[in-house]
């Protein structure tokens, strides 16, 4: 049974979590990427929870109504509150002093690198869907010849003040629009407007990028065994940037390519994404 916790963490912030599970399971912790929330998860939660697994997702920074300091000072959004965020989430969650499980997806993944780089003894594994290591992404950016930088060119809209009222107009027909051309069910989108379709919510998503240009962070090889999974039909990261993530870690590393799939892996091809993490987490226990 999933339910729905307001989690007050040592920052102050409260975050809105579906979590299922047993309360002494090993955590698995799942960041959403943008746009969506924490309802990214809605078909892993229960299955999670049924291997065993106490499984917690999150509407970050910004999405949760209690975790939304002010979009207009960037200095609230920059990386490593994000990453701190994620670590006191696991620890409020049940896991402070033990090593947890860390999945992301998206931006979720870009935090989940974070994560990864500047705390590897707390995690016991990393999976990332779609967001490739941020210095694979770099030089896929780059890359004379490469098209990593025109699958990107939405991140320069998204740092123009005008994006947010835009993006909600007639009843976020835009959003709208460009999940369910991504495979996104009408059902999900409905739920992720539930969180993100509103004005101060959407500005302080937004407020991720405009902190944080280009995607650029400061991460070096991970040292915590990964499972990456991408869709080759990913309209948003290339084969370039996809394939070089291996370059970038140091422990043990398994890609795995889902054909036909595209960015918003756990909309079309949940079952599979799932199946993957259980075998990653069984591999790598906590």
């Avoid at 599970?21 to 698995?28: D, E, F, H, K, Y």
Wanted: a neutral charge.
């Amino acid at each position: 049974m999933v339910e729905t916790l307001e989690l007050k963490t040592r920052s102050g912030l409260a975050f809105t979590i579906d979590a299922a599970g047993p309360a002494g399971g090993a955590l698995v912790l799942l960041l959403h990427g943008f746009p969506e929330s924490r309802h990214s998860w809605r078909a892993a939660l229960p299955a999670l929870a049924q291997a065993g697994y106490r499984a917690a997702a999150p509407d970050q920074r910004g999405y949760s109504p209690g975790a939304r300091p002010d979009p207009t000072d960037l200095a609230n959004y920059a990386f490593d509150k994000l990453i701190a965020d994620a670590v006191d989430i696991a620890d409020a969650c049940g896991a402070a002093g033990r090593r947890f499980h860390l999945v992301g997806h998206d931006w979720g993944g870009q935090v989940a690198w974070g994560v990864a780089n500047a705390h590897p003894g707390r995690l016991a594994s990393l999976t990332v869907l779609s967001r490739p290591h941020p210095l694979s992404f770099r030089r896929a950016l780059l890359k004379a010849d490469g098209d990593q930088k025109h699958r990107s060119r939405h991140h320069r809209k998204f740092l123009e003040p005008q994006t947010g009222p835009m993006l909600l107009e007639e009843n976020a027909r835009r959003l709208r629009r460009n999940l369910a051309s991504q495979g996104v069910p009408d059902a999900a989108i409905e739920e992720h407007l539930g969180v993100l379709g509103h004005a101060d919510a959407l500005e302080a998503a937004l407020a991720w990028y405009r902190a944080n240009k280009g995607l650029a962070a400061d991460v070096g090889t991970i040292q915590v065994p990964t499972l990456y999974i991408w869709g080759d039909a990913d309209a948003t990261v290339g084969p370039d940037a996809a394939h070089g993530t291996g370059d970038f870690v140091g422990a043990a590393y398994a890609m795995e390519v889902l054909p036909g799939v595209g960015h918003f892996v756990m909309d079309q091809a949940s079952a599979r994404a799932t199946d993957l993490m259980l075998e990653h987490f069984k591999r790598h226990p906590v």
